[in-house]
């Protein structure tokens, strides 16, 4: 007989129906149990995805938030099952400018990328990865907090672009064991 822990069920459970990130602390209340133990057993219930070799993983998010969700690299294979469609070519490398350039007007924008980006700024304001608010004739340009979880960056600008900085370096050199040993840019 598989002897199943509840408690680590009940956690696979929140952060599939949640479809968000949850924080340690949502996480630790939904079973009753301490913070500790609630990381311990999300460590196990990552560990068991890892193992399995599937399609899921539990991500461990800044600020102690957890999430889970499709590894990336399945994603093109399964992406127009997506709700909403994945991101074009276009639209992705605007979104990556603006990540990198943040905050950005609008404008300015425009004069670096042409004015195709105003479908793609509308776009990536209708899939809540930007922030866009006016600024006189123009609107300033942010990435939100969904961004920065969806693509598993950090929260902090700074650091944002520093990740986004090395991930596109490390695609550019072809180098494929990043991912496995990261390094600080």
């Known amino acids: 007989m598989i002897c199943v822990n509840e408690d680590l069920v009940t956690l696979e459970a929140a952060l599939y129906v949640a479809g968000r990130p949850m924080t340690l602390q949502e996480l630790a209340d939904i079973i009753g149990k301490a913070e500790s ?4 057993l999300l460590d196990d219930l990552n560990f068991e995805y890892h193992q399995r070799g599937g399609a899921l993983e539990v991500v461990d998010l800044p600020r102690e938030r957890y999430v889970l969700q499709l590894k990336p690299e399945l994603t093109t294979r399964v992406g127009k099952l997506i709700p909403g469609g994945l991101l074009s070519f276009g639209t992705l490398q605007t979104l990556v400018f603006i990540a990198l350039k943040q905050p950005i007007l609008q404008s300015d924008l ?20 930007i922030d866009a608010v006016p600024e006189g004739r123009s609107k300033m340009l942010t990435t939100t907090q969904l961004f920065s979880d969806y693509f598993g960056l950090d929260s902090d600008k700074v650091k944002l672009k520093a990740q986004l900085k090395f991930q596109l370096k ?6 494929q064991e990043g991912e496995e040993n990261p390094e600080t840019p």
């Open 37 to 40: 133990t609630a990381k311990k």
């Open 110 to 129: 425009v004069v670096q990328r042409g004015t195709h980006v105003y479908d793609h700024v509308k776009e990536l304001e209708e899939k809540k990865f």
């Open 170 to 175: 490390r695609i550019l050199s072809g180098d």
